[in-house]
């Protein structure tokens, strides 16, 4: 009978633990979802992450980013008939109102107007397709490979052609953040603008994550009839941030907190490999010295469960030897970062010194010195 006891208790510990584990990740009724990292990219939770899906005003993400990079924040607008005639979310603006790009930014990524995305794009690309090509451009240039704009706004368009993934979409606002001015901006609640020929307008940021959920700092609502409830956020505390994206979801707000919840609450940032950190040496080949020591190229800081910390181990992409000349600091080899088979995070392996390649006469001089030694011991 007592066997039988232990069994049964057994059976009730693995059944606890695997229930404790499958608890541990977020319910999201999302039909794509995904949660980053901000500082290494690791990604802690996926569902549907490469399946192409409209993305709603999460477009303007990447329009606000072809502003900062391509505009002048002190421009001064001139708000077109087209501008102003576009359904949807709006500011609203007014035909040929005079209005600073900086100001445009806080009504395109907090009030959500479509108007400020067509004022926007008009400025900075002549016109919206050259402002389009602009867009696609920059998302293939951040690795988004899977994104394709048709509009800087995001409303919906009948050919099914405006797309992202949520894989895509936390690439792309990963990037933005990394922008100090977007940053403040996806952080800001609300603000007063003005423009020459309009009164002061108080505009409120359309995502309620910043006035409820503790360390939100962003990033960007969208809805449409195709796209359904849509949100990338972000949040940080004790110095972790992550993003979180969820297109097409029942509750976006919940979604949202869930996920930054279990990130929070199951990973803590570790220090794994520290820049400058010596590794091994090189063998050089016709250099004026005979190796060269190895150093990492920077930091590796990435989040981890207390479960994960034992199955870290490291992979080093480093050839055997390397052919004069050398500059100093140049990348020789790779350090990979492991976590079981997946590759969480990596580092370049750097030269510490210059290292020149041997002339003809220091040539000619150790072949001598060779040959007088030999004949010596002979």
Not at 67 to 81: F, H, I, M, R
Not at 137 to 152: H, W
Not at 153 to 170: P, S
Not at 180 to 196: D, G, H, R
Request: glycine share 6%; hydrophobic share 40%.
């Amino acid at each position: 009978m007592g066997k039988y006891i232990k069994l049964l208790s057994f059976v009730l510990l693995i059944l606890v633990l695997f229930s404790s584990t499958a608890w541990a990740y977020p319910k999201i009724t999302a039909k794509a979802a995904i949660l980053i990292d901000f500082k290494s990219g690791r990604i802690l939770y996926k569902k549907n992450e490469d399946e192409k899906l409209p993305m709603a005003s999460t477009t303007k993400i990447m329009t606000a980013i072809i502003a900062l990079e391509k505009g002048n924040l002190e421009d001064v607008v001139t708000v077109s008939k087209k501008a102003v005639s576009i359904g949807g979310s709006k500011v609203p603006l007014v035909c040929n109102e005079k209005i600073k790009l900086r100001d445009l930014l806080y009504c395109l990524l907090l009030k959500s107007g479509n108007d400020a995305a067509l004022a926007i794009a008009e400025h900075i690309g002549g016109n919206v397709n050259n402002f389009v090509i602009m867009m696609n451009n920059k998302a293939k240039e951040i690795g988004a490979l899977n994104t394709n704009f048709r509009n800087p706004h995001g409303l919906d368009n009948n050919i099914y052609d405006h797309y992202t993934t949520v894989y895509d979409l936390a690439m792309i606002a990963r990037y933005a953040l990394n922008n100090p001015i977007f940053a403040n901006i996806v952080s800001t609640k609300q603000i007063t603008i003005t423009s020459e020929s309009q009164k002061n307008r108080i505009i409120n940021n359309t995502n309620r994550l910043l006035w409820y959920y503790n360390g939100a700092d962003g990033v960007k609502t969208g809805y449409t009839g195709k796209a359904g409830r849509c949100l990338v956020s972000s949040a940080t505390r004790d110095n972790q941030k992550y993003i979180a994206v969820v297109l097409n979801s029942n509750n976006v707000w919940k979604d949202s907190a869930a996920l930054l919840d279990y990130a929070f609450n199951n990973y803590k940032i570790e220090n794994i490999v520290k820049k400058g950190e010596k590794i091994k040496t090189v063998k050089i080949l016709n250099g004026d010295k005979d190796k060269v020591m190895l150093l990492t190229k920077k930091d590796i800081s990435v989040p981890l469960r207390q479960d994960e910390k034992v199955k870290i181990s490291f992979e080093f992409e480093i050839p055997d030897k390397i052919k004069a000349p050398m500059g100093k600091y140049e990348s020789i080899g790779k350090l990979k970062v492991r976590l079981g088979d997946e590759v969480i995070a990596e580092t370049d392996l750097i030269s510490d010194e210059i290292v020149e390649e041997k002339s003809l006469r220091a040539n000619m001089a150790k072949i001598f010195y060779n040959w007088i030694n030999d004949f010596y011991y002979r």
